[in-house]
């Protein structure tokens, strides 16, 4: 329920709201649990026909930073499980996301004796090795992780990369692992006429228009984005070059509420280049397809990444997209057909493959019909509901419990 873009709503928001949905029109009933943090929402909302969001106390009702969390875990096992006593009764299957619900759903199935499936989004292997000393996991995550691996009953992983990095960083046996891709949402994401976008966010029709899309977090690479843009704008000058910057804490850009679009900021007025980047804060959903139907290609070159849900979006509304070659990009960006892949921080790899769809229209539209057509195929949440349902199906006739 969180409006996207902010430091911790993310791509994860995303798939427990989109895949609740699509998994309640398959026939289920879904409560999704939440931590309460702020005092006005009330304890049960009906989030849609089937699901519900059923927010529980732990620790104060106010926003607290992800990581800070992992304590207050004790206290929202012990919520779920009056909230079960007093007011649900019986649950089939618990589908935890994230390494902290991953150790409230073990501690769960230990009680209640209830299947899991999960799903962590980012494990803390890769995340140490990625990020070094900006990891700011708790050092709980990685042991958690393993009892999680030993305890449930299925992982769900979103690429084949996932299931690679499992078996060599987590010595974990494959056999529970299920590859099931995230989606996106092709009524929300859609090809807009360019000359349509373009009037609305009052750019020209002249101009080569560059868009990233997500969160203001270091890891994501948007210095490296603005480095190749100004690369590729001293190299031609006279090309009519923008660059858009959504996301951010606040609908209006704040570097004071966001470290790192200050910094940011400051990057690109040091590069010469602040004149062309528009910083536009954070949009909700509804409002993106706009900005990656305006743009020729859109950006996402992480140095770490798990999945990323941006390339897909941008996919679906039939805007190339430039990739950083890590985590799963590589699955959901075809290289050389619905965009291309680059090296992660390398500027100098990113402002040729600019040049590249920037200045050619042919290249550009076959790209877009190409990638729209593959998130058709293949990367709807449809798609993602019914190979999430078969999982639950083969863990529930396990347990002997009947289909939804």
């Given at each position: ?46 989030w849609g026909d089937g ?257 990323g849900l941006t390339p ?93």
């Open positions: 329920m969180a409006l996207l873009g902010g430091e911790d709503a993310g791509g994860q928001n995303v798939y427990v709201h989109e895949v609740s949905r699509h998994i309640a029109r398959l026939g289920y009933q879904v409560d999704i649990f939440c931590r309460r943090d702020n005092g006005v929402v009330p304890e049960v909302v009906r699901v519900r969001v059923i927010h529980l106390r732990a620790g104060p009702a106010e926003f607290i930073k992800k990581d800070p969390m992992w304590k207050l875990m004790p206290e929202f096992r012990d919520s779920f499980l009056r909230f079960c006593r007093y007011r649900q009764g019986h649950y089939d299957l618990i589908h935890s996301n994230f390494w902290m619900s991953g150790w409230v759903a073990c501690e769960l199935k230990r009680r209640l004796d209830l299947p899991v499936v999960h799903i962590s989004h980012a494990w803390g292997k890769t995340k140490r090795l990625e990020q070094g000393e900006a990891d700011t996991s708790p050092p709980d995550r990685v042991e958690v992780e393993h009892r999680t691996l030993c305890e449930v009953d299925r992982i769900i992983a979103q690429c084949p990369d996932e299931v690679n990095e499992l078996g060599r960083l987590y010595n974990a046996s494959v056999d529970k692992v299920r590859v099931v891709p995230t989606g996106v949402n092709i009524k929300t994401f859609y090809p807009v006429s360019k000359a349509e976008a373009r009037a609305k966010l009052g750019l020209r029709a002249e101009d080569k228009v560059v868009v990233y899309i997500g969160r203001m977090v270091r890891r994501k690479g948007v210095d490296n984005l603005i480095e190749g843009f100004a690369r590729l704008r001293a190299r031609q000058p006279n090309l009519p070059l923008r660059l858009i910057v959504v996301g951010g804490e606040t609908e209006e850009p704040d570097p004071e509420r966001v470290p790192e679009l200050g910094y940011l900021m400051a990057l690109a007025a040091s590069l010469g280049v602040r004149d062309r980047v528009w910083f536009t804060g954070k949009r909700q959903q509804s409002e993106l397809k706009d900005y990656y139907s305006a743009a020729d290609v859109a950006v996402s070159t992480p140095w770490y990444e798990p999945y897909l979006e941008a996919q679906a509304c039939g805007t190339p997209v430039i990739g950083s070659a890590v985590g799963g990009i590589p699955f959901t960006v075809a290289e050389g057909e619905t965009g291309f892949l680059v090296p992660p921080k390398d500027p100098e790899a990113l402002s040729d493959r600019l040049a590249r769809i920037a200045t050619d229209p042919a290249l550009q539209a076959t790209m877009s019909y190409k990638a729209r057509a593959r998130v058709e195929r293949e990367f709807t949440w449809e798609r993602t509901a019914h190979r999430t349902a078969a999982v639950y199906e083969e863990v529930l006739t396990e347990r002997g419990v009947s289909a939804a």
